[in-house]
Each structure stands twice: as C-alpha cells, then as structure tokens.
C-alpha cells in the first residue's frame, strides 16, 4: 500500500483528504504542523508527500526546501495559493507538483498516484532498465562528464555529486540519452509529470533555469542545455 505523509494543520481538510486518500487505497499518515512533518519523514518513509503551503510554525516555502534537502520522494504542494508566482516558487525550491484548494478529490488522487508511480518507475520498480548508470560525456573546453544512476536517482557532474529533484532528474535523463534532440514543453511535461497530472509551461523552465545552474559553467550564457526558439529545448555534449 502506497503511504502518504499529509503536512496540513487544518483538521476538517486534514481528515477529509485522509479519509477519501484512505478509500482510494492509499494509506496516510497527517501531521499537524512542520515540526511534526520533518519528524514523520524519517519515521514513516512515506511515498509521497502532501504538504500545505500554511503552517502555523513554519513558512512553507522554507519547509518546501528543507524537505527536498533531505529526500527525493515526490512532494506535491497543496495550498490556497494559486498565484503563479507561488507555484513557480515552490517548483523552484524542489516541489513536484502544485494544486489549489478547493480541487477535485479525483484529480489529487489521480495526481499523487502518477508522481508515485513515475517515481518507481524512474527507480527501477516494475520495468526494466538497461543498465544502472547512464552517462555523457560533455566536451567543452577540458571534459566534463555527466552521470545519471537511475536506480539510486543520483547524479553527478565531473567528480560532485549534484542534488536534483525528481522532476529535474527525469528531464536531464531524458536529455542524455537523447542527445541533440528537441523537445517541445509539452514533451518535457509529459516526460515529468505522466497524461494524468498537470503542471504549466512555466514549471518546466524553472526546471531548466535550476538545471542550468548545476551543469553549466555560466548558467546566462548555457553551452549544452540549449533554447531552441519556439519549439523548446535540447541538450548538446
């Protein structure tokens, strides 16, 4: 059974979201405030994580980003917010998802069992992969080297280890193994987020912008994560 850590201090939501998750097959655990989450993370290994923007003893945004520092379970934010700055906001800090309050319960569901089933599959869990380590090899002045290992979901640039998040990872796996190809956004989105989830044009270049920064050597002038002008981006060793 697939377990659900749900961050959300307000307890008609919290229960509501618990109870119709738990009907769906899922199992979940609520904490109260941000303390109480950081904690269940650990303790609980939750699949997938729900966290409420709102908290009464912690911002957020800064638990969205202490959270992804110290796991790469799929995190979709679940808020009242839904200002595109917030959104964009929150993909920046690590989230892998975003849906406003009030939403259809079967979109959420319909959500969280996307991103975990796309997090297992990146995993290794129910298909096959090739082999454990994709690597490139980015020339660009002395060589850079690029390693992606799918079942640890790990990635490393030259000889340091690179934290992505989930969604970052999916996007430049796809890049390496399909080099000098280009993908539109939406390809890009599909690639993340499966048919069944949602997230805008937007996210994925924050995506890009975040990745960037962890390959290139000047991020304002990219020499391999490359813009292609109306269609969308490609990736050159």
């Given at each position: 059974m697939d377990k659900v850590l749900l961050i959300e201090d307000d307890m008609m939501i919290g229960e509501m979201l618990a109870m119709y998750l738990s009907e769906e097959g899922f199992e979940v655990k609520r904490a109260e405030n941000g303390t109480e989450g950081l904690t269940e993370i650990e303790a609980y290994q939750p699949d997938l994580i729900l966290l409420d923007l709102v908290l009464p003893d912690v911002d957020g945004f800064e638990l969205c980003a202490q959270i992804r520092s110290m796991t790469r379970v799929p995190m979709m934010i679940v808020s009242m917010r839904s200002e595109v700055s917030e959104r964009v906001k929150a993909f920046a800090l690590g989230a892998d998802d975003y849906i406003s309050k009030p939403f259809s319960m079967r979109e959420l569901t319909a959500r969280a069992a996307a991103l975990i089933r796309r997090s297992r599959m990146a995993g290794g869990v129910g298909i096959p992969i090739a082999g454990a380590e994709t690597a490139a090899t980015?020339?660009?002045?002395?060589?850079?080297?690029?390693?992606?290992?799918?079942?640890?979901?790990?990635?490393?640039?030259?000889?340091?280890?690179?934290?992505?998040?989930?969604?970052?990872?999916?996007?430049?796996?796809?890049?390496?193994?399909?080099?000098?190809?280009?993908?539109?956004?939406?390809?890009?989105?599909?690639?993340?987020?499966?048919?069944?989830?949602?997230?805008?044009?937007?996210?994925?270049?924050?995506?890009?912008?975040?990745?960037?920064?962890?390959?290139?050597?000047?991020?304002?002038?990219p020499r391999h994560i490359k813009t292609v002008w109306g269609v969308g981006y490609k990736f050159e060793r």
């Open positions: 980015l020339e660009s002045g002395e060589p850079l080297a690029i390693k992606l290992d799918p079942l640890r979901r790990l990635m490393s640039v030259g000889n340091q280890t690179v934290e992505t998040t989930y969604s970052e990872f999916e996007i430049m796996r796809l890049f390496v193994e399909h080099a000098g190809k280009v993908f539109s956004r939406e390809e890009l989105i599909q690639a993340v987020r499966g048919f069944d989830s949602y997230v805008t044009d937007r996210a994925i270049d924050v995506h890009i912008v975040n990745l960037r920064r962890k390959i290139e050597r000047d991020p304002k002038e």
